[in-house]
């Protein structure tokens, strides 16, 4: 699970500014493939990530886990776990985690999500970042790597996107 910087302005973490909406609910989520997700097989962790609103009132956060049916194939998911509501004061950065037990079938693939359940929000913000997976029932402060470790990390990831007919030539 990638580690991210503790400041909420920089684009490592999900940032909704002057958001509306009059139905459903914010929701952002971060998959683990299964080669990764395997060192999970049969063991405890804990979810944790520091979220943010200014709606005007406290608002209920949850954490989900799901696993792939197929392998590294999120179209179809099983829940592992939910947290039940966890509150969060309105302009208040706040740590939530959640802790459960993997299970024997996370080796297909993991999406832990985070949603909140305010379903009416016209021009507010909401911030969620620092995620951190950790084997455990504990969840410890977010280990800060340098950039260019993060970026090695992240390199593998990376698709070159084609926008002009000169990046074919």
């Known amino acids: 699970f990638p580690s991210h910087d503790t400041d909420f302005v920089t684009g490592r973490c999900l940032h909704y500014s002057a958001a509306s909406w009059t139905t459903g609910y914010a929701y952002t989520y971060h998959r683990i493939e299964a080669a990764n997700a395997k060192l999970m097989y049969g063991k405890t962790v804990t979810v944790s990530a520091k979220v943010y609103h200014d709606y005007g009132s406290t608002t209920n956060f949850y954490?989900?886990?799901?696993?792939?049916?197929?392998?590294?194939?999120?179209?179809?998911?099983?829940?592992?776990?939910?947290?039940?509501?966890?509150?969060?004061?309105?302009?208040?950065?706040?740590?939530?985690?959640?802790?459960?037990?993997?299970?024997?079938?996370?080796?297909?693939?993991?999406?832990?999500?985070?949603?909140?359940?305010?379903?009416?929000?016209?021009?507010?913000?909401?911030?969620?970042?620092?995620?951190?997976?950790?084997?455990?029932?504990?969840?410890?402060?977010?280990?800060?790597?340098?950039?260019?470790?993060?970026?090695?990390?992240?390199q593998r990831y990376f698709e070159k996107s084609y926008n002009s007919y000169r990046d074919w030539e």
Do not use: H
């Open 63 to 154: 954490i989900q886990a799901r696993y792939a049916n197929s392998s590294d194939n999120f179209s179809a998911m099983t829940t592992i776990s939910g947290s039940a509501a966890i509150p969060v004061a309105s302009g208040a950065y706040t740590t939530i985690s959640f802790t459960f037990a993997a299970g024997t079938n996370v080796g297909t693939g993991v999406q832990i999500g985070i949603y909140q359940d305010a379903n009416t929000v016209a021009s507010k913000n909401l911030k969620i970042g620092d995620w951190q997976l950790e084997i455990g029932s504990l969840a410890t402060e977010l280990e800060q790597r340098p950039y260019g470790m993060e970026l090695a990390l992240c």
